[in-house]
């Protein structure tokens, strides 16, 4: 407990991040847990933990709705969440952070809302050929409601964009792309391609599930009109995130949901809305979680800068660098084994490392690195068509975060040697 | 028709089998062994119809009464898949169809494999389990009027 407010002297110090995380100290087949599947849900520090419990324990109550005390108690506490989350992606209002129950909620939202506002029969979505299904699928639906058609923005052998490729036309509404990918670990030129787009007339969203703990995201500087994301990749509670939007253009999108909260008044006859951000908060949101986020975002950020200032990359996110260190590492060591391949060779890429091994089904590899206390993702990772274009059933995949280590790295590496032995 | 064994006695070697290994490395070795030993589904059954539902990796799963025994064949891509069916399909295998029907499975869960797998892997195997159960049924009805 003390350690928490020493100053930060270290340039990194993974030791006293570890030490941030309970769950670091469970056993996994009796070896201790190698957590490297950041990518799917990232732990918790344990001031996230306290922080949802608190809530319960001390202020539990709804939110803007009681006079009494519990609730005004609540109401700020969540408010003040939407106030971090607001700074911390340099968003120009509070109310322009729309709490939802995760990525794949605001990107429903987003699909649902927008296809309202703006779909007509023969207009386009774009999106790219590396998003997760939850950046696919609402948009195809969409498209099927309003006659709308999905286009798609082809990927390279290296896991990036083709912009030689774009497929931009006179009838694209909406750009929908990921900043970065979940399988390929790519960190896409998001602000570029927002860019083009705005000169084009279209409305651009963006999925940042995979960026948010990763990068530092300033949603005024990609000029995005909408950003997506999960509390839970990014130290937070599972249950919980955000759709950003510009407020003009919130302001014109219909609701999604409707319930309590979201209204102004109701009548049989017409209802009219609530202004935002509660337009699109209909019922009783996530409260415990939506103040874990925002502990959450506070954490990384103090620990994150503390590093961050203390090292000689002044401006760099600590956490970044150290990840990407991890990635390097990982990258040339994995090379070493015969028959490996890495999906995925993006100049521009965060701690994620997809490989393929000769002879070796994914999940028996995924089974036999379990046993030895390595979790690490397997399967298609809701990228089907990606998986498609690059010709692999699945793939194994190891994502890294604040607190691993360069042993752990190697514990990997070695592991995956013994089953791959094995296995052939 | 190797073997004499009844269905439990089956179970029973294989549960002895899996308690000599103290390790999980010679425990997935010897389930990767027995993968070796399955009989194969034949390629033209290799189909979409006979994929199992509910498992991560690919298994094919075929059968055919001969006999009035349950005949099976199948397949995965991943070796410790294979591994699960072969088990599985030793303990199955050229069994009437109400033999299989009224087996218990519970060897599943004392061999400690139920343990040493994911909840994906597991649902997996209940999966098997409840395909193999239901050719039986099928052919329950074929083989009394055979």
Redesign the interface.
């Known amino acids: 407990m003390k350690t928490k407010d020493a100053p930060v002297t270290k340039a990194y110090d993974v030791e006293r991040i570890r030490a941030q995380f309970p769950i670091l100290r469970e056993l996994v087949?009796g070896k201790p847990l190698v957590y490297f599947d950041n990518a799917a849900t990232s732990q918790k520090p344990r001031r996230v933990i306290k922080a949802e419990s608190a809530y319960y324990a001390t202020i539990n109550a709804n939110v803007h709705r009681g006079v009494h005390t519990l609730s005004t108690k609540a109401t700020e506490a969540q408010e003040a969440a939407r106030e971090i989350v607001r700074r911390h992606i340099n968003a120009q209002h509070a109310h322009e952070v729309i709490f939802t129950g995760g990525t794949t909620a605001s990107l429903n939202l987003a699909s649902f809302s927008l296809g309202q506002l703006v779909l007509k029969p023969g207009d386009e979505v774009l999106i790219s050929g590396m998003e997760h299904h939850s950046n696919i699928v609402p948009w195809q639906l969409a498209c099927e409601r309003h006659g709308a058609k999905l286009k798609v923005i082809p990927i390279t052998e290296s896991g990036e964009w083709d912009l030689t490729q774009v497929p931009f036309s006179d009838e694209t509404r909406v750009l929908a792309v990921s900043h970065v990918s979940n399988m390929l670990g790519t960190i896409n030129p998001v602000k570029e391609l927002i860019a083009e787009a705005k000169k084009r007339g279209i409305i651009t969203a963006v999925d940042g599930a995979q960026a948010i703990a990763h990068l530092n995201v300033d949603v005024q500087d990609l000029g995005c009109d909408l950003y997506a994301f999960s509390g839970h990749k990014a130290y937070g509670p599972t249950g919980t995130g955000v759709l950003y939007g510009r407020e003009e253009l919130l302001e014109r999108m219909p609701p999604w949901q409707g319930g309590g909260e979201m209204i102004d008044t109701v009548t049989f006859e017409k209802t009219t809305y609530a202004k935002l951000p509660f337009k699109f908060e209909a019922g009783t949101p996530n409260i415990a979680g939506i103040i874990g986020l925002g502990e959450a975002i506070r954490w990384m950020e103090d620990y994150d800068f503390a590093f961050a200032k203390a090292s000689a990359e002044q401006g760099k996110s600590a956490f970044a660098a150290h990840e990407h260190m991890l990635l390097e590492r990982a990258t040339k060591e994995l090379l070493t084994i015969d028959g490996l391949r890495i999906i995925g060779t993006a100049k521009e890429k965060v701690g994620v490392i997809s490989f393929v091994i000769e002879g070796v089904?994914h999940?028996?590899l995924g089974?036999?690195l379990?046993?030895q206390g390595i979790a690490v993702r397997?399967?298609h990772h809701c990228t089907q068509p990606l998986m498609e274009r690059f010709g692999v059933?699945g793939t194994t995949r190891a994502s890294f975060t604040c607190f691993n280590t360069t042993e752990e790295v190697d514990t990997m590496v070695t592991a995956t040697q013994?089953a791959v032995k094995?296995?052939r | 028709m190797s073997t004499t064994m009844t269905l439990a006695q089956t179970q029973q070697e294989l549960v002895s089998e899996f308690a000599m290994f103290s390790d999980w490395q010679d425990r997935y070795e010897h389930l990767i062994e027995l993968g070796k030993d399955l009989p194969l589904i034949a390629p033209e059954n290799k189909t979409d119809d006979n994929l199992v539902r509910g498992c991560q990796s690919r298994v094919w799963l075929n059968a055919q009464l001969k006999n009035d025994l349950v005949h099976f064949t199948a397949d995965s891509d991943a070796m410790i898949t294979k591994g699960i069916v072969a088990l599985l399909v030793r303990v199955f295998n050229d069994r009437t169809p109400e033999e299989i029907i009224g087996a218990s499975t519970d060897f599943i869960d004392t061999i400690g494999l139920r343990a040493h797998l994911s909840p994906n892997r597991a649902n997996g195997l209940s999966a098997m389990i409840d395909q193999m159960k239901r050719y039986a049924v099928a052919f329950s009805g074929n083989a009394s009027t055979a």
């Open positions: 087949h089904h999940y028996d089974t036999l379990d046993q397997t399967g059933s013994k094995m296995l």
